[in-house]
């Protein structure tokens, strides 16, 4: 249980074109869905928090215009990056958490989606 | 200072050695502790996971959490070469109602066969 997809796994695309990311919950209704971004040999760098019906709580330094979330299900979240540039490029994490694991703030990730900006 | 602590390594080890992995943290609220492994170019993959102090085992790995140190471990046994990857430990709060993670930076781990 508690498998998380991402789609696409990776993406190439132009300067100044839009990105869209799906995370989707396979076996589980998440209540919450995480957004993180990666970069070579980092660790995960969270990037904002949505809740289902909700506008998505973007971390600090994040731009909430750059890096649009919707999370209009309690099985799916997109992230769009608008307008993408070559700084951009980087590898997208998505997780989800559930009801069940509210309080606990155990996530499930899914299997990241590598965005490559040229 | 960083509210958690990981040796980011690479750590090399023969294989079938024990292997210790460690975070510290400053925050006295975190209760939660998770230890996640990720692959090269895959998403974390949660691996143990425990509530305020004491010991958890499963199977080749034990978790450690000592909330009076502020210090976690986790342990390998009998590693193995498909134990290669990068260990993240990760923490939260239950009062603050954040439900985010506070990972660690990663410590890197090498099992040589």
């Known amino acids: 249980g508690a498998v998380v997809s991402q789609h696409p796994s990776w993406v190439i695309c132009k300067s100044g074109t839009s990105v869209k990311i799906e995370c989707r919950s396979l076996?589980?209704?998440?209540?919450?869905m995480f957004w993180y971004r990666q970069f070579p040999k980092q660790s995960l760098m969270l990037m904002a928090t949505?809740?289902?019906?909700?506008?998505?709580?973007?971390e600090q330094g994040v731009e909430k215009d750059k890096f649009l979330i919707n999370h209009a299900s309690l099985t799916l979240s997109t992230l769009t990056v608008t307008s993408a540039h070559p700084e951009d490029s980087s590898f997208y994490i998505c997780?989800?958490?559930?009801?069940?694991?509210?309080?606990?703030?155990?996530?499930?990730f899914g299997p990241g989606t590598r965005l490559t900006v040229l | 200072q960083k509210e958690v602590e990981q040796d980011p390594g690479p750590l090399s080890v023969p294989e079938g050695a024990i292997v210790s992995l460690n975070c510290t943290y400053s925050?006295?609220?975190?209760?939660?502790f998770m230890w996640y492994r990720q692959y090269s170019r895959k998403g974390p993959e949660l691996l143990m996971y425990?509530?305020?102090?004491g010991n958890k085992e499963d199977g080749r790995f034990t978790a450690q959490v000592d909330k009076s140190s502020k210090y976690i471990s986790l342990f390998i046994r009998d590693s193995q070469p498909s134990d290669s990857a990068t260990y993240l430990c990760?923490?939260?709060?239950?009062?603050?109602?954040?439900?985010?993670?506070?990972f660690g930076s990663g410590t890197r781990l090498q099992v040589q066969p």
């Open positions: 990760a923490m939260s709060a239950f009062d603050t109602g954040r439900r985010a993670l506070t």
């Open positions: 925050n006295s609220a975190f209760q939660y």
């Open positions: 425990t509530y305020s102090s």
């Open positions: 076996d589980f209704q998440a209540t919450t």
């Open positions: 949505s809740n289902e019906g909700s506008k998505a709580t973007y």
């Open positions: 997780s989800a958490t559930s009801s069940y694991n509210l309080y606990s703030g155990e996530q499930f």
